[in-house]
């Protein structure tokens, strides 16, 4: 029986033993017997509707999802009223064909002007994309250093050699005191922190990379953002403008 027939069952028969008299042969122990049924299909029903309610509020936060932006690395005026948040995977071809092509149209047209704020946040597939763990990683180590976004331009321009010397070469060319960054990244300190927030991703409904997020911060806690549109894969600079002059317009 499936638990909704199930519940409708119980209603039904505390509805009948409610509007009932027992007859005088029905014992004590029978009764008792009859009672602690119920209260077990009661419980099951309980159980079900626990479930609904679960299953119901996930629903929600996937059509509704909010954004924890805090501690990611962003650029532009802070108190824009409007985020972009690209989640993105260094090893990723259309995530470095965006990085080529339209990421610098967008600083300069919307970041550069204070019209929005610009949050990165790591995505990386490594079951596809063996180096991008490691890679996230590494541009967590040069953020200690303040040097996030010469890491992460470096790194998707030495993508195809990630796994040889790649990580190395952009570190050495952003400018990173090397010492420390190898000691940074021999230590594996951010590697949960980046399976935590790829986790977290997948439970908000990203499906692949790159994906962009466009939202307005709350006003009473600016870390957490609204998602309000989103845009999938590789898209045309003209679909960028077109999300963000109209959200930037409201």
Same mark, same amino acid.
């Given at each position: 029986?499936?638990?909704?027939?199930?519940?409708?069952?119980?209603?039904?028969?505390?509805?009948?033993?409610?509007?009932?008299?027992?007859?005088?042969?029905?014992?004590?122990?029978?009764?008792?017997?009859?009672?602690? +049924?119920?209260?077990? *299909?009661?419980? #099951?029903? /309980?159980? !079900? $509707?626990?479930?609904?309610?679960? =299953?119901?509020?996930? @629903?929600?936060?996937?059509?509704?999802?909010?954004?924890?932006?805090?501690?990611?690395?962003?650029?532009?005026?802070?108190?824009?009223?409007?985020?972009?948040?690209?989640?993105?995977?260094?090893?990723?071809?259309?995530?470095?064909?965006?990085?080529?092509?339209?990421?610098?149209?967008?600083?300069?047209?919307?970041?550069?002007?204070?019209?929005?704020?610009?949050?990165?946040?790591?995505?990386?597939?490594?079951?596809?994309?063996?180096?991008?763990?490691?890679?996230?990683?590494?541009?967590?180590?040069?953020?200690?250093?303040?040097?996030?976004? +010469?890491?992460?331009? *470096?790194?998707? #321009?030495? /993508?195809? !050699? $990630?796994?040889?010397?790649?990580? =190395?070469?952009?570190? @050495?060319?952003?400018?990173?005191?090397?010492?420390?960054?190898?000691?940074?990244?021999?230590?594996?300190?951010?590697?949960?922190?980046?399976?935590?927030?790829?986790?977290?991703?997948?439970?908000?409904?990203?499906?692949?990379?790159?994906?962009?997020?466009?939202?307005?911060?709350?006003?009473?806690?600016?870390?957490?953002?609204?998602?309000?549109?989103?845009?999938?894969?590789?898209?045309?600079?003209?679909?960028?403008?077109?999300?963000?002059?109209?959200?930037?317009?409201?």
């Amino acid at each position: 029986m499936t638990s909704f027939k199930r519940s409708i069952a119980v209603l039904v028969v505390l509805g009948l033993t409610a509007g009932r008299v027992l007859p005088q042969s029905q014992t004590d122990a029978d009764l008792r017997k009859e009672i602690e +049924e119920l209260k077990a *299909q009661m419980k #099951s029903m /309980q159980s !079900d $509707l626990d479930q609904i309610k679960a =299953a119901l509020r996930e @629903q929600s936060a996937r059509a509704n999802p909010v954004f924890d932006i805090s501690g990611a690395p962003s650029k532009g005026d802070p108190n824009a009223k409007l985020v972009m948040i690209e989640f993105s995977d260094f090893e990723c071809p259309f995530c470095r064909e965006y990085f080529k092509t339209i990421y610098n149209q967008i600083l300069d047209g919307y970041v550069k002007t204070g019209k929005i704020r610009y949050v990165f946040i790591d995505f990386p597939g490594e079951k596809i994309h063996p180096h991008a763990l490691k890679a996230a990683e590494a541009a967590r180590c040069a953020n200690e250093q303040g040097k996030f976004w +010469e890491m992460h331009d *470096q790194l998707f #321009s030495r /993508q195809k !050699d $990630l796994g040889s010397t790649g990580i =190395a070469d952009a570190a @050495q060319a952003a400018g990173l005191k090397q010492s420390d960054f190898d000691s940074c990244l021999a230590s594996g300190r951010y590697n949960a922190a980046v399976q935590n927030v790829e986790q977290a991703n997948l439970k908000a409904g990203m499906k692949g990379t790159p994906t962009f997020v466009f939202g307005a911060p709350d006003p009473a806690n600016p870390s957490k953002v609204k998602m309000a549109r989103a845009l999938v894969g590789g898209q045309p600079y003209t679909a960028f403008q077109q999300v963000l002059d109209a959200l930037v317009s409201q």
